[in-house]
């Protein structure tokens, strides 16, 4: 079946850089965008951006332009975010999920990632 | 890119329908048919239940539908049940083709 295991939580110190990986199966890998979306604690959904897996194209929302970075490993299925500055705020669950470029279908468990001094 | 525009709460009784919106601009939801809910229990990652306006996909009740009007998107939930008690997110496809979620709607079952 179509699924996404993402990477294991992590707390990270401000300014430091956190990367979450996603590595997909049951699919074709290229023939779907990988989306990030994340969550802050108690708040809604905000979009981050997509990686195209299979020409490495991305697209990000402008609240995160010069601070995320999106690749991807072909032959391991694998994509990855990569968040730098963090600060408090960036406290959230982070979620990788498969779609066209216009939606977001199935979706990863969640990656927490905790910035705290 | 602003939030999409949801209704902060919604409730309803078991059995009754409810209805829940989503306003996005012409330069999103009013420009394609790329609008999509999902639905998210707590603690759970976010569950896809239309695309594309008015789609489910396969395994999805069809007591979920979707419809859009200019830039507002709507969300019903017909013979509410108590499982159905759950956050519901709108997304849309932008012209910058980007995506941006809406505000959140919490769905409460009396």
């Known amino acids: 079946q179509v699924q996404h295991v993402q990477s294991g939580a992590e707390v990270k110190k401000p300014g430091a850089s956190v990367k979450v990986s996603c590595k997909a199966s049951?699919?074709?890998?290229?023939?779907?965008?990988i989306h990030w979306v994340r969550q802050a604690p108690g708040q809604g959904l905000e979009w981050m951006g997509w990686?195209?897996?299979?020409?490495?194209?991305?697209n990000y929302a402008q609240n995160f332009q010069g601070r995320v970075t999106m690749t991807r490993d072909t032959s391991i299925t694998t994509a990855y975010m990569e968040l730098s500055s963090l600060t408090s705020d960036d406290t959230a669950v982070y979620y990788c999920?498969?779609?066209?470029?216009?939606?977001?279908?199935?979706w990863g468990k969640g990656t927490t990632v905790t910035v705290s001094s | 890119q602003s939030a999409l525009t949801q209704p902060a709460s919604v409730s309803g009784s078991p059995g009754q329908s409810i209805t829940i919106s989503c306003t996005g601009t012409?330069?999103?939801?009013?420009?394609?048919?790329?609008v999509s809910w999902s639905q998210q229990h707590p603690g759970k990652a976010p569950k896809l239940i239309i695309y594309d306006v008015n789609n489910r996909p396969s395994g999805v009740s069809n007591r979920f539908s979707g419809s859009k009007s200019g830039n507002t998107a709507s969300l019903t939930i017909s013979g509410l049940q108590a499982e159905d008690e759950a956050d519901y997110y709108c997304?849309?496809?932008?012209?910058?083709?980007?995506?941006?979620f809406g505000t959140g709607t919490k769905v409460t079952v009396l």
């Open positions: 049951g699919y074709t890998f290229i023939a779907y965008y």
């Open positions: 012409s330069g999103d939801v009013g420009a394609y048919n790329y």
């Open positions: 999920a498969r779609g066209p470029r216009t939606s977001v279908d199935v």
């Open positions: 997304y849309s496809y932008t012209s910058s083709s980007t995506g941006v």
């Open positions: 990686i195209d897996p299979n020409t490495g194209g991305t």
